[in-house]
């Protein structure tokens, strides 16, 4: 299908303005959608994802008999790693597995979805967390021949992550797992999120209650979102015989999450080679990005208004940060400065697991005094960060000119938008810098500078020349591609660090091949499951794209990644590969059904050739 025919069927819905505006109605409403049901677009995709994620976990004795069995979700599918219930594979009480080595069989789903799952792996325990009640489970040999090498692809699924903080009492939930009830079969339960309970009353969850099934065996298994994302582990089930009803309780994914990432690092700072453990350092770079500052954060520690610069009189200061690579025990520090004279500085025994996004505060009752306040973290000594924000007028010309955090990409747009972003990088000859500016005055003057494992390797120093650009970027090159390793980019404003960011050059891992996959599927009704649409166009714009920027664009076709047509029957199949784990913009338009529009689809990344994208579209 040509993207020509996706932009005359745009146009011919009479009034290009009016649909323009649809659109973005469109993209609204389906955002909402998303919040609170499953979405159609992605509801039988998700589902199956997720049934194929789950496995079932049998535990021997020392004497080789089943003692216990469980559920548990497949985490990272190349590497094996499985999270499960601690009281699966041993005793919450003293801490001792059930059996000496601490292995398991794992069985696997079969493809129908259907049949009894198939015993295929054997896995040990490699981390747990007794007070969590959880357990990291790697696969590390065959359940038919012990001596037989893994197949370099398991075959396994995992599933995207999810955040248990956005759920609220009333939203959906649903578990999967293997409880024995009905067979050996796999069981999917649904209900609603019914409370939540802090047992330490510390302001932070241990639990999520909910009336969704949950049964022995079903325990260490998988919950779910309305989604289809991972949000917890179904843990326990209580009831009363004096009370009708039962209450279940799901360890929510925010604490399982953080103990899983944690458990995952240990293993790949232990008992490695040097050379297996250089290259899992720079998968796993330690890095601080997406800084904001701001007066407020909200519920998911982000800034609720982002600014460069806070009135005359602000009270609290807050910055927000996602974080990458940290381990519990690490010391994190962090320096204020105000003017560049030190303000406060404090360090601590970082706590909150190798990822996720955190906060930190500055206040004063009577008002934080007017000037450029910086802020560096580093962890174990180590620089992360460095940037600035304004509070009110400061007294120096250059002080009131701030660079916003940078945005590394492998791309940009003709528009300097960043492409392909992230922190870490293969197989790539440039890497851009992209950052928002404000009050920079013409005359100003600023430079960039490179480092290279701590090493300084570019140094350009400039005049800035216009007053009203919003944001810039800079890059650094070479031709036979940038080597492997840890970069970082400095910003000045005359002689002031204004920001700083990092990114990693990886290694390929040898014998990586080229993972692009089809996309197929078949477009239906969403009243009608069995009448199918045929002549619906569907477009996967490039990452980064988002659907109201492609509108914007007049439909440029360089921004399209793949694209088709839904045939006689509903099917279709797009004409190029796309990449599974990558982002991308997705459109379905048909003139008499409502058009889909979706930013940032995610193709998950255990997906395999061809990836089935089940789409469904309601009548106008």
Known sequence: MAVRTIRHLYRLLHNPLLLLAGIVVATYVLGGAFAAEPARAVERTALQQALKATVLVLVPNDSGDLYDSGSGTIMDAEKGFILTNFHVMGDPETGKLFNQEGLAAIGVMPTDLRSAPILRYKARVIGHD??????????????????????????????????????????????????????????????????????????????????????????????????????????????????????????????????????????????????????????????????????????????????????????????????????????????????????????????DGSSGVNWLHLYSDGGL????????????????????????????????????????????????????????FLDVKTVYGVFSVSNMAKGTPWRTRWLYDGDEVLSEADVWEADDIQSSWVSLTHPDGLPLGDFALELYIGNSLAQRGSFTVAERRAGLRDSSIHVTGVVREVDNSRRTISGALIALLKPGVTVQAWVGSDFDESLVVASGSSTRGGKFQLNAKVTPGERYGLVVVHDQYKPITVDDYQIPASATDPYELDVTMQRK
Do not use: C
Request: aromatic share 8%; no cysteine.
């Open 369 to 424: 005094p007017d000037g450029l306040y910086e802020i560096t973290m580093a962890l174990d000594g180590r620089p992360l960060y460095t940037g600035t924000v304004a509070v009110g007028a400061t007294q120096r010309s250059v002080g009131t000119a701030t660079f916003g955090p940078i945005v590394f990409a492998g791309e940009i747009t003709d528009e300097g938008k960043p492409v392909n972003s992230g922190n870490t």
């Open 130 to 351: 007794v007070d969590l009640d959880l357990a990291l489970l790697q696969v590390i040999g065959r359940v038919d021949d012990a001596s037989a090498a893994l197949p370099a692809n398991l075959g396994l699924t995992t599933l995207p992550r999810g955040n248990s903080d956005d759920l609220l009492p009333g939203d959906r939930l649903a578990v999967i797992g293997y409880p024995g009830l009905g067979g050996a079969t796999v069981t999917y339960t649904e209900g609603v999120v019914s409370g939540f309970l802090d047992e330490d009353l510390d302001g932070e969850y241990e639990w999520i209650k909910t009336d969704t099934e949950i049964n022995p065996g079903n325990s260490g298994g998988l919950a779910i979102d309305s989604n289809g994302a991972f949000v917890g582990v179904p843990t326990a089930g209580y009831s009363r015989a004096d009370v009708a009803g039962k209450i279940s309780l799901v360890r929510p994914g925010s604490l399982a999450l953080r103990f899983y990432d944690s458990a995952v690092l240990s293993q790949g700072n232990e008992g490695q080679d040097t050379g297996h453990s250089a290259a899992l350092g720079r998968e796993r770079s330690t890095s601080v990005s997406s800084v904001t500052f701001g007066d407020k954060v909200d519920r998911q520690n982000r800034i609720v208004a982002p600014t460069t610069t806070l009135p005359s009189g602000t009270t609290d200061l807050y910055v927000s940060f996602e974080y990458a690579g940290f381990r519990n025990g690490q010391t994190f520090a962090y320096v204020w400065t105000i003017d560049g004279e030190p303000a406060y500085d404090d360090s601590f025994a970082w706590r």
